[in-house]
């Protein structure tokens, strides 16, 4: 199993209930993937975290899955029913037997650097725990920004653990795997829009990306759950939404991402709920709300939060430099006319990718990509988890774009695909 977010943890789970040794591959020190970053899932607007958190425990205790976390396939040989893989660990630097997750090392540490899980918007420490929930529980030195990697000096966080679990003697092990078959399920990263300079990221400060704001209105976010504008840390009047940016696009990428209209609305709503005099946006082409239950959470986000849908498209967005407030200039669809509109805040829904490692892994796998780097199959719909590489299937956001449940779906139907190999029908 490539990739430990929620499509690879519940094939694993399959897998591993029907009696069959899985190993679970994740490049990063947690499994959990981007939904553990996320607040609130739709339609239900149950707490992501609170689903997934008991997955990843289930995973992490059931004795037929071995998790190889912040790991990474660097080479596949054989074939269906005899794959040889071979997997390097990288160093965490602490001992993940002795570590109690206590998290003082963290609290010692005196680097603060841009937290990955938080998307850059907020702080981690050189030694830090990806997130509150993280499986396993071991801290992790980040050798990048450590003082003593660095500089040679500092060594506080061997100084105050307790478990003394810290060994900054620690290689890069190399481990070699048997396996039947390989499921890849390496999940999405947003598009960076910096390139449409009309709509000013990373040009005006309060103009966020979805995922920055999923994580900027989470209770375990930088702000812890406060929503404030990042220029002046004032609390925002108006926010508005822009949908499409990049995706459904022929600059940029043509395909429609399949989850922005719902997580938008989504987010919308969890907006009027943290303040309900809040005027919310959202600027729409059209909305794709497919889904079971998705058109009712958009009728109730309308007649019971009160959010304004805007069919329109995004020409330009300008700021005010004196005051950090935004002028959204667009285009009213039905009207066929410019018009303005002023926000506080404003969030870009990015496109939604493959990620960039799928080149690599499509290498040495043999297996073939689209034109988006997305992992082809043999038929969409009715063999959408064969890969063209007999043994090796795919399944969630990596294949295409699909939201959690789908992905969900879809992973139990390439564990069954992989039981098959592996001799359990």
Request: aromatic content about 8%.
């Given at each position: 199993m490539i990739g430990g977010g929620i499509a690879g943890i519940q094939a694993a789970l399959d897998l591993a209930n029907r009696e069959i040794n899985v190993y679970l591959v994740e490049k990063t020190p947690s499994i959990g993937g981007r939904m553990a970053q996320l607040d609130k899932t739709f339609p239900?607007?149950?707490?992501?975290?609170?689903?997934?958190?008991?997955?990843?425990?289930?995973?992490?205790?059931?004795?037929?899955?071995?998790?190889?976390?912040?790991?990474?396939?660097?080479?596949?040989?054989?074939?269906?029913?005899?794959?040889?893989?071979?997997?390097?660990?990288?160093?965490?630097?602490?001992?993940?037997?002795?570590?109690?997750?206590?998290?003082?090392?963290?609290?010692?540490?005196?680097?603060?650097?841009?937290?990955?899980?938080?998307v850059g918007i907020g702080k981690r420490k050189a030694a830090y725990m990806?997130?509150?929930?993280?499986?396993?529980?071991?801290?992790?030195?980040?050798?990048?920004?450590?003082?003593?990697?660095?500089?040679?000096?500092?060594?506080?966080?061997?100084?105050?653990c307790q478990a003394h679990a810290i060994d900054f003697n620690q290689k890069a092990q190399e481990t070699t795997l048997n396996v039947s078959s390989v499921i890849i399920a390496t999940g999405l990263e947003s598009w960076n829009p910096v390139s449409i300079t009309e709509y000013g990221y990373k040009k005006h400060k309060n103009i966020l990306l979805s995922m920055e704001f999923e994580r900027l209105i989470n209770a375990s976010g930088p702000t812890r759950g406060e929503l404030l504008r990042p220029s002046d840390g004032k609390k925002p009047h108006t926010i508005t939404f822009v949908l499409c940016t990049g995706s459904r696009s022929e600059k940029n990428r043509s395909y429609c991402s399949g989850v922005c209209c719902m997580y938008a609305t989504k987010e919308a709503v969890l907006v009027r709920e943290h303040n309900p005099e809040c005027t919310v946006n959202i600027i729409y082409m059209d909305l794709r709300v497919y889904g079971k239950r998705f058109q009712e959470l958009v009728s109730r986000a309308k007649d019971e939060?009160?959010?304004?849908?805007?069919?329109?498209?995004?020409?330009?967005?300008?700021?005010?430099?004196?005051?950090?407030?935004?002028?959204?200039?667009?285009?009213?669809?039905?009207?066929?006319?410019?018009?303005?509109?002023?926000?506080?805040?404003?969030?870009?829904?990015?496109?939604?990718v493959p990620m960039e490692d799928n080149k690599f892994l499509a290498e040495i796998l043999n297996v073939?990509?689209?034109?988006?780097?997305?992992?082809?199959?043999?038929?969409?719909?009715?063999?959408?988890?064969?890969?063209?590489?007999?043994?090796i299937f795919v399944c969630g956001y990596c294949q295409s774009p699909k939201d959690i449940s789908e992905s969900v779906t879809q992973a139990s139907a390439a564990a069954e695909k992989a039981a098959e190999i592996a001799g359990v029908a």
């Open positions: 239900t607007m149950d707490c992501s975290i609170c689903i997934l958190a008991p997955k990843m425990m289930e995973c992490f205790r059931h004795p037929k899955i071995k998790l190889l976390t912040y790991s990474e396939v660097k080479e596949i040989k054989g074939q269906a029913g005899n794959f040889t893989v071979k997997v390097t660990n990288k160093p965490r630097f602490v001992n993940a037997g002795a570590c109690t997750g206590c998290g003082e090392c963290t609290a010692k540490c005196p680097v603060s650097v841009p937290n990955e899980f938080d990806v997130f509150p929930q993280a499986v396993p529980r071991v801290a992790v030195i980040d050798h990048e920004n450590c003082l003593f990697f660095q500089k040679g000096v500092c060594k506080i966080c061997e100084r105050f939060w009160g959010v304004n849908y805007l069919q329109g498209r995004a020409a330009a967005i300008l700021e005010d430099p004196a005051t950090g407030n935004l002028q959204i200039n667009y285009e009213n669809i039905p009207e066929g006319k410019l018009q303005e509109l002023n926000a506080d805040l404003v969030v870009l829904c990015p496109a939604l073939e990509l689209d034109s988006y780097g997305f992992f082809k199959t043999q038929d969409q719909l009715l063999r959408p988890v064969e890969t063209n590489v007999d043994g």
